[in-house]
């Protein structure tokens, strides 16, 4: 089988298993990552390592190809559009129609959109796009790894061209590749540290990755008899190094890593020198060269495409990450289908001869019918005809979103950044994060006074906030401060934002924090403190004995009760809800709660209790019983995702602040 696989085709090189080992390494650390993320931190990089086995492969067979006058731009393609399209297909086919019985019209709305993008093989922008705070979350984007097959089809358009030119044009191989490699490697390291989203995703900051494969490549076909003759220890040295580079990356990266940045040599040097090494040294010949790896290597590319599909559908339905044994289970069925995909089709479509082109035009037409499919169902709004509870789901407990009232310049100028619901003087003044913004909304909504709304991260006086390794600017929390002081229209003063996370650093997520830190906070006065409770507690202390010196009123928002899960769990609003029932309660059980925010509700009350014209609004005392906190109040929902209230919320809050300080 691999003899018919890997050797049906003019000029493809020398099959060696040990590659096909290193991508069973490669696949195993994704769906590993994905699977069990709290387990394999760095998992991640697998996708770096295929970037790397990719461009070394394909780069060989066209470089061989064209020294031999053999190169044909009609049959690469065609190769690769067997190779891709049918196993792709498979899987976005599954994934319309098992959404259309789990995803809420939202939901299969978004679906439809990546799918369009997927079967173009434009994932990577269209995710770029919707990077955006509110945007589904990553983990519930059913074809969000398609992002990685975005950019190798990308690079699979240009290079195969820029290499036929350069043979046309009588110019040097690997002078070229190096030069594309170096000029993809800078922009991406002078570019990670103001803009890692579009350093993740773009194609420009990634081809350096598989040009890696490629210079190698040059390397391999153009000084074969040198390397022959290198001494088989200089050969395990190497791959050995490999070995150490991926290693480390696995225990030294994780998801809030500067990644890819500098930090991708560790598995793309690792992988280049694993292959670089040959087939004959002891790690690849005794352990990449196995049989089990060498399966698994076989069926990698459905392995990498069906995992991810199967457990976001799961996470959707269910509302939360699910237990060990049920994800164990998901890869067990991902191995399953991915072994049934490679026998059935993919073995079938890549043993079929050129003499039958007929096959490939039908696997264009299937591909473009799906993404046209995809179209169809983002302009139709994911049908919202499957889900008639949906539409007054959305209505009711849906958030605003970030409505924009404007502001008037001057305040910009003060405040730096503002929503108002009046170009008059405000007479209200909220200053916090997003859990407050929907306070502002309803606010407006409510009250015939004027509202202003001021965004900061952490509205704590010369404190700064590192979130995901950036910083956010303390000096917009100053300002807004000062201006909140020295505004005489201001009378009444509401802080609020999530305190928790900031405190501790970590998201909460099915019952337990996640165990990596996503925030950090500084203070400005004292850089060298690392203790995230005496930092909050000083900035916070000083924070309130300002604001309680300005004579004004001054609420204190004691943040929105975490609940760990999607809320619209709790919903029959999916198709598949009456088979199966929803989460019940809707509830995050109150001693999980305190357990998590026991040492923020100490700090704040504590300081709380020097200042007593500060009032806390606190939502434990109304959304919590003695066993839950709620997520509902009197059979309304109150949350659009697990921490952020919904319009109902916000509306609910809203009037529990009226009853505070009356109209």
């Known amino acids: 089988m691999e003899k018919i696989l890997h050797n049906s085709e003019i000029n493809h090189p020398k099959y060696r298993a040990d590659i096909d080992g290193l991508r069973a390494i490669a696949v195993l650390l994704v769906v590993a990552f994905h699977g069990f993320p709290s387990l394999i931190k760095g998992g991640f990089i697998g996708v770096d390592i295929f970037f790397v086995i990719s461009g070394f492969l394909i780069s060989s067979i066209i470089i061989q190809s064209l020294?031999?006058?053999?190169?044909?731009?009609?049959?690469?393609?065609?190769?690769?559009?067997?190779?891709?399209?049918?196993?792709?297909?498979?899987?976005?086919?599954?994934?319309?129609?098992?959404?259309?019985?789990?995803?809420?019209?939202?939901?299969?709305?978004?679906?439809?959109?990546?799918?369009?993008?997927?079967?173009?093989?434009?994932?990577?922008?269209?995710?770029?796009?919707?990077?955006?705070?509110?945007?589904?979350?990553?983990?519930?984007?059913?074809?969000?790894?398609?992002?990685?097959?975005?950019?190798?089809?990308?690079?699979?358009?240009?290079?195969?061209?820029?290499?036929?030119?350069?043979?046309?044009?009588?110019?040097?191989?690997?002078?070229?590749?190096?030069?594309?490699?170096?000029a993809s490697f800078i922009l991406n390291v002078s570019s990670i540290d103001h803009d890692p989203v579009s350093v993740f995703y773009h194609p420009g900051t990634r081809f350096w990755e598989l040009l890696i494969g490629s210079v190698l490549a040059c390397i391999t076909l153009q000084h074969k008899e040198e390397l022959s003759k290198i001494p088989k220890i200089i050969n395990n040295i190497a791959s050995l190094m490999g070995v150490m580079l991926i290693v480390m990356g696995l225990i030294f990266l994780n998801q809030f890593s500067n990644f890819p940045g500098w930090l991708a040599l560790f598995p793309t040097i690792g992988a280049a020198l694993l292959i670089g090494a040959g087939e004959n040294s002891v790690i690849s010949r005794r352990i990449l060269s196995s049989k089990v790896l060498v399966w698994i290597g076989l069926i990698s590319f459905p392995l990498y495409l069906w995992h991810w599909p199967l457990f976001s559908f799961l996470r959707i339905i269910n509302g939360g990450e699910q237990s060990i044994p049920v994800r164990i289970g998901l890869v067990g069925i991902a191995f399953i289908f991915s072994w049934l995909t490679f026998t059935l089709i993919e073995t079938h479509v890549r043993r079929s001869k050129q003499t039958k082109p007929y096959l490939v035009f039908i696997l264009i037409g299937l591909i473009a019918l799906i993404g046209a499919t995809g179209l169809f169902i983002q302009n139709r709004s994911g049908f919202p005809s499957r889900s008639p509870g949906d539409a007054e789901f959305r209505k009711n407990n849906w958030s605003y979103g970030w409505k924009n009232y404007g502001c008037n310049p001057e305040y910009l100028k003060i405040a730096g950044g503002c929503n108002s619901n009046s170009t008059n003087p405000p007479e209200i003044l909220l200053i916090g994060d997003s859990h407050i913004q929907g306070l502002f909304l309803s606010l407006s909504n409510i009250l015939p006074k004027s509202v202003m709304y001021i965004g900061v991260y952490l509205p704590l006086l010369d404190t700064t906030v590192y979130i995901n390794n950036h910083a956010k600017k303390s000096d917009e929390a100053n300002k807004a401060i000062q201006f909140a002081i020295n505004s005489k229209s201001i009378d009444i003063i509401v802080i609020g934002f999530r305190g928790i996370i900031n405190l501790t650093g970590t998201e909460f997520r099915d019952g337990h924090g996640l165990d990596e830190r996503q925030r950090f906070i500084v203070s400005n006065?004292?850089?060298?403190?690392?203790?995230?409770?005496?930092?909050?507690?000083?900035?916070?202390?000083?924070?309130?004995?300002?604001?309680?010196?300005?004579?004004?009123k001054i609420i204190f928002l004691v943040d929105t009760p975490e609940l760990g899960f999607d809320p619209e769990a709790c919903l029959a609003i999916r198709p598949i809800n009456s088979y199966f029932l929803p989460k019940y309660p809707c509830a995050v059980p109150r001693d999980v709660y305190e357990a998590r925010n026991r040492e923020y509700r100490q700090l704040v009350y504590s300081i709380l209790k020097k200042y007593p014209k500060v009032i806390p609004l606190d939502l434990e005392d109304r959304l919590c019983d003695a066993k839950w906190c709620w997520a509902t109040k009197?059979?309304?929902?109150?949350?659009?995702?697990?921490?952020?209230?919904?319009?109902?919320?916000?509306?609910?809050?809203?009037?529990?602040?009226?009853?505070?300080?009356?109209?």
């Not at 019209?105 to 990077?131: H, T």
């Not at 659009?640 to 529990?656: K, P, Q, R, T, V």
């Open 67 to 182: 020294i031999n006058g053999q190169f044909s731009i009609i049959n690469f393609y065609s190769r690769r559009i067997k190779r891709i399209f049918p196993a792709l297909s498979l899987v976005l086919i599954f994934c319309l129609c098992f959404g259309w019985y789990c995803l809420t019209p939202y939901e299969f709305e978004q679906l439809g959109k990546n799918i369009a993008a997927g079967a173009a093989f434009v994932s990577n922008f269209s995710l770029w796009r919707e990077s955006g705070y509110f945007d589904i979350e990553a983990q519930k984007k059913i074809l969000l790894h398609l992002w990685s097959l975005g950019i190798e089809e990308q690079f699979y358009i240009i290079w195969p061209l820029l290499l036929w030119l350069c043979w046309r044009l009588r110019l040097n191989f690997f002078l070229l590749t190096l030069f594309a490699l170096f």
């Open 525 to 552: 006065s004292n850089p060298g403190e690392t203790d995230s409770n005496k930092i909050m507690r000083s900035a916070l202390s000083n924070t309130m004995e300002a604001l309680s010196n300005s004579g004004k």
């Open 634 to 663: 009197d059979g309304k929902l109150l949350y659009m995702d697990n921490n952020h209230l919904s319009i109902l919320g916000s509306d609910f809050l809203a009037n529990e602040l009226i009853n505070l300080v009356g109209r």
